[in-house]
Structure formats: structure tokens, C-alpha cells
């Protein structure tokens, strides 16, 4: 029971490092990228360079789809304009797990200290930059956390079970990376989570693999309800990162062993592994629907109806 409440701390303290690097690096940015947003959103391509920017900045997909869905309702975007940006958030948030196969665990404490020093200050831009090595030293602090804790989790009779049935159902890890996802709403700490287990050998690539590509279809569920009591437009929006996601899943579930096989010509560690997997899994998927944005945007509004 206490390595359970460990986990839960843990991975509470990952979504406080996440929320405070995304404060800080959306205070450098300034207010107005609700503003660029829209002039950036002219062509699905724009759109698409506009979502993979903006969710970098944010380090939410989830996030960057909710003011999607906020400047539909407020029309002042139009649902196919909004294709190109969630096309770009589902890429943007892998620089985040690429980041995180960096090993930084040597500076954490430097960087909490950094951060805890800059808080002491009154200027907005070395605040916030305290908020993003605070988020920093946090997310690695926390991920360290995880691989030291994957071994006595692995340990306990009914969660060794369910770790040994994901190791052979691919759709079991896929269903458990949905489920936990939609609850945290974050697919980055889901997936990294995954990363931490695959570092110590607890969970094999392919498993990791289902894991990221069903977080993809549970961070969905944020802008699914963001959308609730909105237009009918704006329902839309989060309708194609609903589809775009499983249509994805639905393309490369039966060749994850392909996948896991290919990322492993790629790096040695296996928690890099997974972050080039879902690196190629997003682009992909993104690079696929791009040309024929329109032709999907058309695809949502005759599968759930255009009329607001």
C-alpha cells in the first residue's frame, strides 16, 4: 500500500512539474498567442506549424486543443481551421519526451536551488524562468522516483500479474494507457511513466509502445469535455483529435512489434526507444491526414453533422 501512495505522489508531483514549466514558458511567451494563433491558422500547414509551436510552449496537446475548441465557440475560428493545429499538437508534445530521455538527474538540485533563489525576485520573466527550472528539477526528481519505484512495484503479487498480462495483450496496455491518461490528462506523464518502467527492464518496449499509443487516444478526453455545452463547431474540433487519434491507433497497433523493432536501430536505452516511437507514430499520423486536411475536416462534419 505504501509504494501505491508513493506512485500516486509521484505522479502528482509529475503533473506539478509539467503545470509549473508550462506557467513559466507561457509567461515568456506573452498574452497574445491566442491573437497568433488565429493569423497563423490561414493554411492547414500554418495551422499545423502554429499547433506544434504552441504546444511546445504549453507542454499540453490536451491544452493547445482546449483554446482550439475556446476560439471556435468564441468564433473567431472556423472547425477546418482548427485541423492544421491539432495535427501539430499530437507532434509538438513528443519534443517533451525527447527531452525527457535526457539524464539530468545530476543537476536537479541545482535546478530546484536556481529555481527556489529566482522565486525571491520581483521581475515576471525571472519568475517565470524559476517556474520552468522548478518544473524541471520536479519532472526528473519525480521520473527518478518511478524507476526506483518500479522494481518494488513490480514486486506486489496483483500488480506483477497485471504487468505480466500487459507483457502478453498488447490491447490490455493500450486500454490501461487510455484509462489512466483520460483520468491524469496528460498523455507526456503517462507516456513517461511508461519510460521510467521500461528504463529498469519492468516493461518491454512493444508494452510501452501500446501504453503511448492508447495515452494519445485518453488525452482526447480533456477537449472532449471542454467541449461540452459549446457549439456545435466547436464539438467538432474535439471530435477530429478524437478521430485523428484512433484512426492513428487503428493504423499502427498491428505493427507495433515493427515498431518497437525499427526504434531499436534507432537508440540502445529503451526508454529513448519509446520516445523515437512515439516521435514516428505522431508524425505519421500527422503527415498522412496534412495533404488532405480539408478532405477530414469534410469527414467530421458529415460523420457528426455541421449544422450549428
Known sequence: MLYILLFIILAGCFLLGMTMMRIGL?????????????????????????????????????????????????????????????????????????????????????????????????????KSSSFILLGIGIIFASMNGFEWLSGPLANIEYIDKLIYVMKDHSVISFLIGTILTAIIQSSTVMTGIAMSFLTVGTLPLETGIAIMIGANIGTCATALFASIGTGREARLTAFAHIWLNVGGAILFFPFISFLANFSRLLAVDPHTQLAHASVIYNVVCSLVVLPFAKEFAHFIMTLHGKKT
Open 26 to 126: 507561457f509567461n515568456l511567451s506573452g498574452s497574445t498567442m491566442e491573437n497568433w494563433l488565429q493569423k497563423m491558422t490561414r493554411t492547414p500547414f500554418l495551422g499545423f506549424l502554429a499547433g506544434i509551436g504552441m504546444t511546445i510552449v504549453l507542454q499540453s496537446s490536451s491544452a493547445v486543443t482546449v483554446i482550439a475548441v475556446g476560439l471556435v465557440s468564441a468564433r473567431i475560428l472556423s472547425f477546418p481551421q482548427t485541423i492544421g493545429i491539432i495535427l501539430g499538437t499530437n507532434i509538438g508534445t513528443t519534443i517533451t519526451l525527447e527531452f525527457f530521455t535526457f539524464d539530468l538527474s545530476k543537476i536537479i538540485l541545482p535546478l530546484l536551488g536556481i529555481g527556489l533563489v529566482l522565486q525571491f525576485f520581483r521581475n515576471i520573466k525571472v
